[in-house]
Nanobody
Framework: QVQLVESGGGLVQPGGSLRLSCAAS????????MGWFRQAPGKQRELVAT???????NFADSVKGRFTMSRDNSKNTVYLQINNMKPEDTAVYYC?????????WGQGTQVTVSS
């Protein structure tokens, strides 16, 4: 099993930045894929970013150019850097890991973009 704990959410003004963290523990060497999703009120959970097998990252069209993703293997942590934030970025952000086709989720961290 894999445990994921997100942190770093909060209230930010439009144009601001946040860095979300996802600390993984457990059977981390079994993880096949990792990424970030978000769910806005009244909407379905959507994919935001995911690492590729080549070590790069893919991003949803709505966040390209503003979001970046990185990892620190020494800390078993992945990060989502969000820049030039917009009100439509308001959502609960979830870290996701896939192990043998099983999805693991963190508890989510709330991000609110408002003036």
């Amino acid at each position: 099993q894999v445990q994921l704990v997100e942190s770093g959410g909060g209230l930010v003004q439009p144009g601001g930045s946040l860095r979300l963290s996802c600390a993984a523990s457990g059977s981390i060497f079994s993880i096949n894929a990792m990424g970030w999703f978000r769910q806005a009120p009244g909407k379905q959970r959507e994919l935001v970013a995911t690492f590729t097998s080549g070590g790069g990252a893919n991003f949803a069209d709505s966040v390209k150019g503003r979001f970046t993703m990185s990892r620190d293997n020494s800390k078993n942590t992945v990060y989502l850097q969000i820049n030039n934030m917009k009100p439509e970025d308001t959502a609960v952000y979830y870290c996701n890991a896939i192990v043998s086709r099983i999805n693991y989720w963190g508890q989510g961290t709330q991000v609110t973009v408002s003036s």
